[in-house]
């Protein structure tokens, strides 16, 4: 049986409006699974959520849990969020500002009539979870913010819900606190086994948290799968982009494998599968991180694909690694290689080269297997 199944669900603010934040979204969630819903803001990812929390209603569809029906568009049916049996963690904490850490992560079990005994022994075994058994005495004012998000955290797992929903609930701390957090969130998960489904505009945070990860855009899934598949094989250029993959190099229709007059050439036969179609749009896409700079002139290793030679207009200097701006003939190529492999210096003439299988092609916006 699957935690979690949503199916055909759409989404209107305005009844009568075509515009739709949740466009017939179909997917399921299993028991133990970290499912990270991805996408820029406005995607309908933090809508799609509160459909499933039953803080907003649908119009459209159905949403199941644990084999229990709990909305359905076409019967009139949508129980109340209480009634439904999740855990929310949302992004600006949401604690009782008057009660204290203890009393926080004690309140879903006194409204659910616990025993004051069970509710003690819980309380105390989920502050040891986020390691926050010091702080049980603190009011959330006395908290730092990565203090309060494992105190909501903590209320949130306390009465073992169906189904933990979490709404970019780290996008308010500090880049070094989210990295504690965010490893720390992946060990509770683990260790507690929890079904989650987890909102985030991060790509870092969806890939180390995601058993799997939807790609969300215009209010539809974009792309479903493992965190590596998303990465490594964005099923679609929108993806790409969104991914940050800046290297993007359009191909001519009338030959689409002649890349060899620019940007592109070597040994192209990786491309043979691709339909030469006059009225197809095709796209070279590189990673920056796959490329690596070499001075003009050098020869090219063996079994790389070399751009041809450009000016280096800027490098921008980021610790570890740095991004090389280099001009060819009036497209800007980003090369984001480790300093110690050196730095090139504005001015200087270089040409860029990668692996045939980290250069990926799309076909009127699909990727193309090979």
Known sequence: MQELQIESLVKRYDASSQVRAVDDVSLTVAPGEMLVLLGPSGCGKT???????????????????????????????????????IGMVFQNYSLWPHMSVRENVEYPLSARRTSREQRQARVQEMLEVVQCQHLADRIPAMLSGGQQQ???????????????????????????????LRAHLRAIHREVGFTGIYVTHDQVEAFNLGTRVAVMRSGRIEQLGSARDVFERPATDVVARFLGIRNAFDLGASDPCAIAAGPLAGDLSIFDNLARTPSSRAQIFVRQEALRVLPAGQSVPAGMLALPEGTVTDVLYAGSFNDHMIDLSGHTLIVTQATALGMSTPGSRVRAVCRPEDVLLYQDGRLVTR
């Open 150 to 180: 494992r105190i909501a955290l903590a209320r949130a797992l306390a009465s073992k819900p169906k189904i933990m929903l979490l709404d970019e609930p780290l996008s308010n701390l500090d880049a070094l606190l989210r990295v504690e």
């Open 47 to 85: 809508t799609l959520l509160r459909c499933v929390a039953g803080l907003e209603q649908a119009q459209e569809g159905r949403i199941i849990l644990e084999g229990r029906t709990v909305f359905d568009g076409a019967h009139g049916l949508n129980i109340p969020t209480h009634q439904r049996d």
